[in-house]
């Protein structure tokens, strides 16, 4: 009994000891200062400010109208009725659209052809050509997706009014058209803007890499020095690695215990992206991906020889850990291999859970598979982490 109780008080000695090393090692470091300070919330305030518009609105295109009708220029009126298109210069022929267009001054063409309204008139089908800037998914978007809407309002006026000549009722003219009624509503990114589905998504994944670079750095200053022994001097003992790990991964989670209600609490409110979960379930989440992430974060960084080393992985990973989280691309489509390397990666389950919380209002039942593969994660990474500081100080 006397040397359970013996070990138990060296073990919490030696937590509040790590706690304490690394935190003067934080603070005394201007480095990891600016890589917690100014990347976590510098960089994120300045993303979110970036795409505080949420959507793209009046984006400039180029007319070409080769029939100059009444109707033509009603057609051109709608088009710049709404806020997706601002129909900019109207131009005589299509080379000099195309000279704008790959001078940059708009983003797309719509050609009007020849007899629009003549072949309207007649019955017969009207063809409205349009060009749009596939390199850039946004804009691509928003001049088809507005183009689209405009031909179907327009055709629906023009069916409607024949029939409407024809003595039918204005009522029975339009159910005519539209004999099924379509109502669509946006489920939780109400709006569509690109902010609200980007930077909660960014918001997890910045809390990884922001803590494998820093612990990176400390980590491998230590490595130069050969210090990490006489910095936790119980390490080499029988169990002496896990008061040191459980203490580094207290002391990061209590950091961003502070630093996520400033990111969703005042970050997300001015620039109102909205937050559907009680800041008491995004803790409870948050807890085991900090601490997979830190344990982690401690086995690369026992590869690294210089402090310098940290910087240059977290460059050469930090695209691929961004591609596999499903921010680019959805991670449904990757083949089979590299949806298991994912699943390995603290920001995959992190991110989903994140966003389900914050966006989806999700209870926290829904998200306990991604909670419990992050603690799967935890326990994986602390035996890895475990093991090579105990072979690290043995050498």
């Not at 917690?36 to 970036?50: H, N």
């Not at 507005?146 to 009722?169: H, Q, Y």
């Amino acid at each position: 009994m006397k040397k359970i109780i013996k070990s138990y008080h060296r073990s919490k000695i030696s937590f509040w000891n790590s706690i304490h090393t690394e935190w003067n090692a934080i603070k005394n470091d201007k480095a990891i200062i600016g890589v917690f300070l100014s990347i976590t919330l510098l960089i994120l305030v300045a993303y979110t400010f970036v795409y505080s518009n949420q959507v793209v609105k009046k984006v400039p295109v180029g007319i070409v109208n080769q029939d100059a009708s009444k109707l033509s220029r009603d057609y051109i009126a709608m088009l710049n009725s709404g806020d997706g298109l601002e129909a900019k210069t109207i131009y005589t022929d299509l080379q000099e659209a195309k000279v704008a267009y790959y001078e940059n001054e708009i983003k797309g063409i719509i050609i009007i052809p020849n007899n629009f309204e003549k072949n309207i008139k007649r019955g017969k089908q009207v063809t409205i050509t349009t060009y749009s800037d596939a390199s850039n998914m946004l804009f691509y978007k928003k001049v088809l997706g507005t183009v689209s809407t405009i031909n179907g309002f327009f055709n629906a006026g023009i069916i409607i009014k024949k029939d409407i000549s024809k003595g039918m009722s204005y009522k029975q003219a339009v159910k005519n058209y539209t004999p099924i009624k379509s109502v669509s509503n946006s489920l939780f990114n109400i709006s569509g803007g690109y902010a609200t589905y980007l930077i909660p998504i960014l918001t997890a994944l910045i809390v990884q890499l922001v803590l494998l670079m820093g612990i990176g750095l400390i980590n491998g200053t230590r490595n130069e020095d050969q210090s990490m022994k006489s910095n936790f001097p119980r390490i080499a003992h029988k169990g002496g690695t896990i008061p040191v790990l459980l203490g580094k991964a207290v002391l990061y989670t209590f950091l961003y215990l502070i630093i996520i209600p400033i990111q969703i609490g005042i970050v997300f409110t001015l620039f109102s992206i909205p937050v559907r979960s009680s800041l008491i379930t995004v803790y409870i989440f948050i807890i085991p991906y900090v601490f997979s992430v830190v344990f982690l974060g401690i086995i690369i960084s026992s590869f690294f020889k210089r402090r310098e080393d940290s910087l240059l992985f977290i460059v050469l990973t930090s695209i691929p850990s961004l591609m596999l989280s499903g921010l680019s691309f959805p991670s449904e489509g990757f083949s089979e291999f590299y949806q298991i390397i994912s699943q390995f990666i603290p920001s995959t389950h992190g991110i989903d859970g994140f966003v389900k919380l914050t966006q989806m209002k999700a209870s926290f039942i829904e998200i306990s598979t991604e909670w419990y593969r992050l603690w799967g994660l935890t326990l994986l990474y602390f035996i890895m982490a475990s093991f090579l500081l105990k072979l690290k100080v043995k050498n």
